[in-house]
C-alpha cells in the first residue's frame, strides 16, 4: 500500500497562486507515477496533472501554462504549482499514486483525503 498526505490548499483570489504538496510513504516501488486530480461540487473528478518517475509529465488542457507538476524522488514528494488561478479551479484536490504503462495512459491505484483549494474574491 502506498498512503498520500496532501497539504496546501486553501483561498486565494484570482490571479494568486497556491501550491499544494503530497508525501507519499509506503511501498513506492509498486508505483512509476504521482498525479493530483481535482472534483468541483457536482462535477466529476478530473485529471489535472501527472509525472512518471522518469520526468514525464501531463496535463489537462485546462490548466496548461498555468499549472506545474514536480517531483522530489529523495523525499517521495509531489507538488503542484498553481499560478493564474481563476474560479473554475475551485476544487477538492487529490494525489494519487500508480502506474503509466507503455500506452501512456496513468491508472491511479491510491488516492489522498483531499484538500480544498477555493478560489473567490
Known amino acids: 500500500q502506498v498512503q498520500l498526505v496532501e497539504s496546501g490548499g486553501g483561498l486565494v483570489q484570482p490571479g494568486g497562486s497556491l501550491t499544494l504538496s503530497c508525501a507519499a510513504s509506503?511501498?513506492?516501488?509498486?508505483?512509476?507515477?504521482m498525479g493530483w486530480f481535482r472534483q468541483a461540487s457536482g462535477k466529476q473528478r478530473e485529471l489535472v496533472a501527472h509525472?512518471?518517475?522518469?520526468?514525464?509529465?501531463n496535463y489537462a488542457d485546462s490548466v496548461k501554462g498555468r499549472f506545474t507538476i514536480s517531483r522530489d524522488g529523495a523525499k517521495n514528494m509531489v507538488y503542484l504549482q498553481m499560478n493564474r488561478l481563476k474560479p473554475e479551479d475551485t476544487a477538492v484536490y487529490y494525489c494519487?499514486?500508480?502506474?503509466?504503462?507503455?500506452?501512456?495512459?496513468?491508472?491511479?491505484?491510491?488516492w489522498g483525503q483531499g484538500t480544498q483549494v477555493t478560489v473567490s474574491s
Open positions: 509506503g511501498s513506492i516501488s509498486t508505483i512509476n507515477t
Open positions: 509525472i512518471t518517475f522518469d520526468g514525464s509529465t
Open positions: 494519487t499514486a500508480g502506474m503509466t504503462y507503455y500506452s501512456g495512459t496513468y491508472y491511479p491505484e491510491h
